[in-house]
């Protein structure tokens, strides 16, 4: 019997090694890049998207009917008939409602699909990051609809972030709010340029900007295009917060709120063909400047 | 006969996985604060302490690790390792001590919900996709989490206890 007992132990520690020995080696060979395991990802996502997509429509469907429908439901019986109409009558009227609302949502995305150079995609969020440890969300675009790694996706507000997955109709878009992500910025009045940097949060920090002397609360930032990743001009969000740095009175903390909502992030726009040439420095434009 | 009834656990807990990381998934999406919680971790460790089996928690911890790390921007493995640890430990723990009691359960939900938070970053700093600085939000981020894990967990936990002995 403990031999029996001993030998499930040694197979169970075999089987640890084993399996951590694979998740070991998949982090280092992502690390050093010498296998391209995109294609684990591609299949899982591919696989599990379409799900979450589904399980969200569905999810969807029954709020809708439930907060339109059986939750009004036995309020007055005696005006049963007539609630009824009232209800149905709501019903359509709040699908219109919200039809209206996406419209305006998408034509304000696509206001902005004018102003920028390049070919660019709409695309729905259908899951957020299931772990903390990262800011980022699915969306219903992939490779199939020309969307890739480093796509900028934006909303009318301005950038939402860039992807960096992306299977062949799925894609995870890495926020701006992602402690790795940063972004080429100009300050819209000075010109002045910096990178601004996801602090895990709900907000940029500034990072790297040669003057920040002036700089205060309600100044707006957008895109610098320097990154080669966002196009240049896009709105990116405004300082909410300037205060000394600690231990370091000389230099500042300034916190910059995204202008996009991150946090109800619905239908979004992924540039997929931006535009070839960057305007890398532009005097006339500083020299307009107030 | 017996092929039968292992090839349907084995779907089961298949259908088990998947959803429970479409779930957090979506729950994530629609509830902001959904993202401290962590149901596959919870699901890995209920099902250490209820299989006992070594090599099932390995399994079903590799593969829920692996689909959360797929569905998120972190590094294939961080997850799927950390996963695999705790379903290990897990089944382990549940051979050694009393896991039906609450005050175990606790402590051991507690404990490998600060670890997992501990070894995803440490790997996620090893492959470079971690946060800068580990800080003292990130601690905070982490005793929070663990709450949140520990009560849903002994939720869950409960209920399914409930309705395993309903129908059996």
Same mark, same amino acid.
């Given at each position: ?23 070991? =080696? ?7 890049? /010498? ?5 684990? @990802? ?5 696989? +599990? ?22 939750? !009004? ?33 998408? %034509?304000?995305?696509?206001?902005? /699909? ?13 899951? %957020? ?67 601004? @940097? ?29 990154? @080669?990743?966002?196009?240049?001009? +896009?709105?990116?969000? *405004?300082?909410?917060?300037? /205060?000394? %740095? ?45 | 006969?017996? /092929? ?6 084995? =779907? ?59 569905? *998120? ?11 695999? !640890? ?7 723990? =549940? ?28 790997? =996620? ?25 520990? +009560? ?17």
């Amino acid at each position: 019997m403990s031999r029996i007992v001993a030998t499930s132990k040694r197979s169970g520690y075999i089987a640890l090694a084993v399996a951590l020995v694979i998740q070991t =080696g998949l982090i280092s060979i992502q690390v050093s890049r /010498r296998i391209d395991t995109t294609f684990v @990802r591609s299949w899982i996502l591919d696989s +599990l998207a379409p799900m979450e997509k589904l399980v969200d429509q569905a999810l969807q469907g029954v709020s809708y009917v439930w907060d339109n429908y059986f939750f !009004l439901i036995g309020v007055n019986k005696e005006n049963e008939h007539l609630k009824a109409l009232v209800d149905d009558l709501r019903i359509k009227l709040d699908k219109q409602q919200e039809d209206v609302a996406e419209v305006q949502r998408l %034509r304000a995305l696509l206001s902005v /699909r004018d102003s920028i150079a390049g070919r660019t995609v709409v695309a729905r969020v259908v899951g %957020r990051d299931p772990t903390r440890s990262n800011e980022t969300i699915t969306i219903d675009k992939g490779r199939a609809h020309g969307v890739k790694p480093d796509s900028a996706v934006i909303t009318a507000d301005g950038i939402v972030g860039r992807v960096i997955h992306s299977s062949n109709f799925f894609s995870i878009v890495q926020l701006i709010v992602d402690s790795q992500s940063a972004v080429g910025v100009l300050e819209r009045s000075t010109r002045k340029q910096a990178i601004l @940097r996801g602090n895990g949060g709900r907000d940029l920090d500034l990072e790297y900007t040669d003057d920040d002397t002036d700089m205060k609360e309600g100044d707006v930032f957008i895109t610098s295009g320097l990154d @080669r990743i966002y196009p240049k001009g +896009l709105p990116v969000g *405004s300082i909410v917060s300037v /205060r000394p %740095r600690k231990g370091a009175a000389l230099f500042k903390t300034i916190v910059v709120r995204p202008s996009s909502d991150i946090g109800r992030l619905e239908e979004v726009m992924c540039v997929v063909d931006p535009p070839e040439t960057v305007d890398v420095f532009d005097p006339t434009e500083r020299s307009a400047a107030p | 006969m017996a /092929r039968i009834t292992s090839l349907g656990i084995a =779907g089961r807990l298949a259908v088990i996985i998947v959803a429970t990381v479409i779930v957090q998934g979506i729950l994530a999406l629609k509830l902001r604060v959904f993202g401290y919680f962590d149901l596959p971790l919870i699901c890995s460790v209920y099902y250490g302490f209820t299989l006992g089996n070594p090599i099932a928690s390995i399994v079903i911890g590799s593969f829920l690790g692996l689909m959360q790390d797929s569905l *998120s921007g972190a590094p294939l493995g961080t997850n799927g390792f950390s996963k695999t !640890l705790i379903g290990f430990v897990a089944a382990s723990a =549940g051979a050694k001590f009393n896991v039906d009691q609450a005050i175990t359960r606790v402590f051991a939900l507690f404990l490998f919900s600060i670890g997992d938070g501990l070894l995803v970053s440490i790997l =996620g700093l090893m492959a470079d996709r971690g946060s800068s600085a580990t800080n003292s939000s990130d601690v905070g981020n982490w005793l929070l989490s663990a709450t949140f894990n520990t +009560l849903l967990g002994l939720a869950l936990f409960g209920y399914h206890d409930r309705w395993s002995d309903a129908t059996t």
